[in-house]
């Protein structure tokens, strides 16, 4: 088993549980460790901690009260019953995991060689990538799309997407910064991979570009590239929903 793990960062709602499916297959085809992060609202807690907040039921009408300890109670019981889940589908699979709870991504606790996987079921994503994350970042998009690194220089990076792309079975697309970036993926991924280039500073271009692409998932290998972050966000989440 590879010491790396698969970190993978997830609100607690009930639709995560699917997205728990497809990132536990994906970390035993890495053979990695699987650490489901379950990234806590603030906005949500904030709320809560206001005098005036309830919950109003969508069929009923009725109201009840919410307030900070209901919320965090939420987020146990579901922390539980992904335990449980994970439990069912992981007994006859040679794939180790493991539940934890985060107030946000800039304090999830990462090392260089794991990789952090973001998916949101409601696909409302931070406008700002993560802070302080010392590895790739991996945006969970559409199923059957292909991988598509974002390459902003360093061999690591294409290695890593090389290495998921491989095991993943999915076709490899890299885009890179400028023409020094193009040669240096082929130089690692040899001619067969298709690359592409795309101005690092142009949002706009590469958000086109990635849309255009449909991807499945978007690697990227220098996570706090803000125009790298917004226009992969701008590929992967529903056309409907906003950024943060």
Excluded: K, Y
């Amino acid at each position: 088993m590879n010491s790396a793990r698969l970190l993978v960062a997830l609100p607690p709602e009930e639709t995560a549980l699917a997205l728990l499916d497809m990132a536990l297959a994906m970390a035993e085809r890495l053979e990695r460790e699987m650490v489901a992060v379950l990234v806590e609202d603030r906005r949500l807690l904030a709320a809560a901690a206001l005098p005036f907040t309830r919950i109003v039921s969508r069929t009923s009408g009725g109201e009840r009260e919410f307030d900070v300890a209901a919320t965090e109670r939420m987020i146990r019981v579901f922390a539980e019953r992904a335990r449980h889940h994970l439990a069912e589908v992981t007994r006859s699979r040679r794939v180790r995991w493991r539940i934890e709870t985060s107030r946000g991504l800039e304090t999830v606790s990462a090392g260089a060689d794991d990789v952090v996987a973001l998916a949101t079921p409601s696909g409302l994503w931070p406008e700002e990538p993560p802070a302080r994350l010392p590895c790739p970042v991996l945006l969970m998009g559409r199923p059957g799309g292909p991988l598509v690194l974002v390459h902003r220089g360093g061999r690591a990076g294409l290695e890593l997407a090389r290495e998921v792309a491989r095991r993943t079975e999915l076709p490899l697309l890299v885009i890179a910064a400028d023409e020094r970036g193009a040669a240096e993926a082929r130089a690692v991924l040899g001619q067969e991979v298709r690359i592409e280039t795309c101005p690092a500073d142009d949002v706009g271009r590469l958000a086109e570009r990635l849309r255009a692409l449909a991807p499945g998932l978007v690697l990227i290998d220098a996570c706090e590239d803000r125009a790298a972050w917004r226009a992969a966000v701008e590929a992967v989440r529903p056309a409907a929903q906003p950024l943060l």
